[in-house]
């Protein structure tokens, strides 16, 4: 892609310019230099969604926000609001917040940033087990129970395959007042109720942390399953539609954090696919 040309800022045309891979975004630097603490970034977060974000303590996302105000010189303000289309459509469109952590690459209605990770599904297991599994064409799956969630891209990977008979399926929510999605099917597997889980990366890299060198965790091979099947997330952030230059701010910010935001994740145990970092280039002309 082309990059457009600069605005002229004090008798100099700029452009700025964020590639990650072959994607190439061109921005307007002139309003990014901006004083410590003069405006306020408003991020959308769930404060029940540890150990990506949660209001009791930190988690993952609230710490790469962090790390994104600091670079942009912002206030970091949360809206807490549970995940889900009202946290877009009552809270981002509306102007309550500013910006979403975590949104999918591509989703409908939203301006995106470049992605700043790629997580896969992960099988765990015990370690002390005595199977190994690689990959949803690993014969020992038909011999094993395996807890995922219903309908999800495992589910439904795992209907293709099939071996549905051999699943134990969890809601893909909690329920109302009660545990997360999650709880239930970790505590199967800790109980041996399943053999193998299948779950979210960052779900299943926080719960391995917890007991080192107690589970096995393997990304989902493969990736991709034709026709239409990812068994990986690319996240990036969302603003809304029109607003380019947070956009454009928010990208420069990622480039320049990015070492920073990687060691966030890595400390949290998020399982990682590998994405090029961005590179910010600045070039003038008189």
């Given at each position: 892609?082309?990059?457009?040309?600069?605005?002229?800022?004090?008798?100099?045309?700029?452009?700025?310019?964020?590639?990650?891979?072959?994607?190439?975004?061109?921005?307007?630097?002139g309003?990014?230099?901006?004083?410590?603490?003069?405006?306020?970034?408003?991020?959308?977060?769930?404060?029940?969604?540890?150990p990506?974000?949660?209001?009791?303590?930190?988690?993952?996302?609230n710490r790469?926000?962090?790390?994104?105000?600091?670079?942009?010189?912002?206030?970091?303000?949360?809206?807490?609001?549970?995940?889900?289309?009202?946290?877009?459509?009552?809270?981002?469109?509306?102007?309550?917040?500013?910006?979403?952590?975590?949104?999918?690459?591509g989703t409908?209605?939203?301006?995106n940033?470049?992605?700043?990770y790629?997580?896969?599904?992960?099988?765990?297991?015990?370690?002390?087990?005595?199977?190994?599994?690689?990959?949803?064409n690993?014969p020992?799956?038909?011999?094993?129970?395996i807890g995922?969630?219903?309908?999800s891209?495992?589910?439904?990977?795992l209907q293709?395959?099939?071996?549905?008979?051999?699943?134990?399926?969890?809601p893909?929510?909690?329920?109302?007042?009660g545990?997360?999605?999650?709880?239930?099917?970790?505590?199967?597997?800790?109980?041996?109720?399943?053999?193998?889980?299948?779950?979210?990366g960052?779900?299943?890299?926080?719960f391995a942390?917890q007991?080192?060198?107690?589970?096995?965790?393997?990304?989902?091979t493969?990736?991709?399953?034709?026709?239409?099947?990812?068994?990986?997330?690319?996240?990036?952030?969302g603003?809304?539609?029109?607003?380019?230059?947070?956009?454009?701010?928010?990208?420069?910010?990622l480039a320049?954090?990015?070492?920073?935001?990687?060691?966030?994740?890595?400390?949290y145990?998020?399982?990682?696919?590998p994405?090029p970092?961005?590179?910010?280039?600045?070039?003038?002309q008189?």
């Open positions: 892609m082309a990059a457009r040309s600069g605005a002229r800022v004090a008798g100099r045309v700029w452009t700025t310019t964020i590639l990650w891979a072959a994607l190439a975004v061109a921005v307007w630097p309003h990014l230099a901006l004083a410590a603490g003069t405006w306020d970034m408003r991020v959308c977060a769930d404060p029940h969604n540890f990506a974000s949660s209001e009791a303590k930190p988690g993952f996302e790469i926000a962090e790390i994104l105000a600091k670079t942009l010189n912002a206030n970091l303000v949360y809206v807490w609001t549970p995940r889900g289309p009202d946290m877009v459509t009552f809270h981002l469109r509306t102007g309550d917040c500013d910006l979403n952590m975590e949104v999918g690459e409908m209605g939203l301006l940033t470049v992605p700043y790629q997580t896969p599904y992960v099988f765990l297991y015990r370690k002390s087990s005595p199977f190994t599994v690689r990959s949803l690993d020992v799956l038909k011999k094993l129970r995922t969630y219903a309908y891209p495992p589910f439904v990977a293709d395959q099939g071996l549905l008979s051999n699943v134990v399926f969890y893909p929510v909690g329920g109302a007042g545990p997360d999605a999650n709880t239930p099917l970790l505590d199967a597997l800790t109980k041996g109720k399943v053999d193998v889980a299948i779950v979210y960052p779900i299943g890299g926080y942390k007991a080192p060198g107690a589970w096995a965790m393997v990304p989902v493969p990736d991709f399953v034709p026709p239409a099947l990812q068994l990986s997330r690319i996240w990036t952030i603003v809304r539609p029109g607003d380019e230059e947070l956009r454009d701010r928010l990208n420069i910010a320049q954090s990015w070492d920073a935001i990687q060691a966030v994740l890595h400390d145990n998020v399982p990682l696919l994405l970092k961005p590179i910010v280039s600045l070039q003038g008189q």
